[in-house]
Nanobody, 125 residues
Framework: QVQLVESGGGLVQAGGSLRVSCAAS????????MGWYRQAPGKEREFVAA????????NYADSVKGRFTISRDNAKRTVYLQMNSLKPEDAAVYYC??????????????????WGQGTQVTVSS
């Protein structure tokens, strides 16, 4: 079992920056690719960004490319999402995802993966 705990959400003005973190604990003997998803009220959960187990590969949704940066510190078992130039449409609950490495589409999450409880990001216009 892997437990994921997000932190760092909050309220920020449009154009501002925020960094959310996801700390992993539990069974970490395997390698895990990790990612961030978000869900706004009345919308489906959507992919935001992913990073492979080594940190050598990243993938981003088109809507956040150039503004968001995903990174990880394996020594701290933590994944970060740096969000710059935030827009009101970025407001959502942000969820951390972890899944075992080895998928052909390595960035894609599945429903039975490990998920955090979410952290709220609110962007005021």
């Amino acid at each position: 079992q892997v437990q994921l705990v997000e932190s760092g959400g909050g309220l920020v003005q449009a154009g501002g920056s925020l960094r959310v973190s996801c700390a992993a604990s539990g069974r970490t003997s395997r390698t895990y690719d990790m990612g961030w998803y978000r869900q706004a009220p009345g919308k489906e959960r959507e992919f935001v960004a992913a990073i492979n187990w080594s940190g050598g590969r990243t993938n981003y949704a088109d809507s956040v490319k150039g503004r968001f940066t995903i990174s990880r510190d394996n020594a701290k078992r933590t994944v970060y999402l740096q969000m710059n130039s935030l827009k009101p449409e970025d407001a959502a609950v942000y969820y951390c995802n972890a899944h075992p490495s080895g998928r052909s589409r390595w960035w894609e999450a599945e429903s039975n993966d490990y998920w955090g409880q979410g952290t709220q990001v609110t962007v005021s216009s």
